[in-house]
């Protein structure tokens, strides 16, 4: 089953912070985060495996709570590069391997 | 390395032509994937091999879908015969073992 994204769409101007939802109905082994500039394929930013982490990439950081099967991407100082779709993949916690099952997507904008 | 590679970039056909989309992951990456991606459906999971082996096919839409990993630096994706309603961006992803995907520049498939 898809995880369930939220907001759909956000509109920031430069150094404001965003922060991005991701909720699943399973029970889940690993989080992934990419982003996909229009006309591109995703960029992988991040993982979070269980276990409650927290991850950063420069102003870009993640967490993954696993009690709740949720994981939240936070930009801060967002920059006009931040811009594009943002994708969660949630690989549930079984032993077929490592296939994600994407969110919707959310889309941001970052203006001048 | 040159990242995952597929082609061709764009393919135009005629409805119940055969097409076959190819990709070759990252050299030492042992899990495969196919998606295709439209406004309506987003990111969908068609594939996933492991060590050239097909774990998971329950996404592929139908028997006009096949998919083929002979060895681990070449993978086909072929739909015979296409219909209108195959039209989207197939894109291959690589990743080793558990970790984030790469993925490849995506086909364009336009079906008339």
């Known amino acids: 089953q898809q995880p369930v994204q939220s907001p759909q769409a956000v509109i920031l101007r430069e150094g404001e912070d965003a922060v991005i939802n991701c909720s699943s109905s399973?029970?889940?082994?690993?989080v992934h985060w990419y982003r996909q500039k229009h006309g591109e394929a995703p960029v992988f930013l991040m993982i979070l495996l269980k276990g409650g982490e927290q991850k950063g990439h420069e102003k870009i950081s993640a967490s993954f709570n696993e009690k709740k099967q949720q994981s939240s991407l936070y930009l801060t100082a967002s920059q006009l590069s931040y811009s594009g779709t943002y994708f969660c993949?949630?690989?549930?916690?079984?032993?077929?391997?490592?296939?994600?099952?994407f969110g919707g997507g959310t889309r941001l904008m970052v203006k001048p | 390395d040159a990242g995952v590679i597929q082609s061709p970039r764009h393919e135009v056909t005629e409805m119940g032509q055969e097409v076959t989309l190819r990709c070759k992951p990252i050299s030492g990456h042992n899990s495969l994937f196919w998606y295709r991606q439209t406004m309506m459906r987003g990111l969908e999971l068609l594939i996933y091999f492991n060590n050239n082996v097909p774990i998971d096919d329950s996404g592929m839409p139908e028997d006009r879908f096949s998919a083929k990993m002979p060895n681990a630096s070449f993978s086909t994706l072929k739909i015979q015969p296409s219909e209108p309603r195959d039209s989207a961006v197939y894109f291959c992803a690589s990743a080793r073992d558990r970790g984030g995907y790469t993925f490849g520049s995506g086909t364009r498939l336009t079906v008339v």
């Open positions: 399973k029970a889940l082994y690993s």
């Open positions: 993949g949630t690989e549930i916690n079984n032993n077929a391997g490592n296939m994600l099952t």
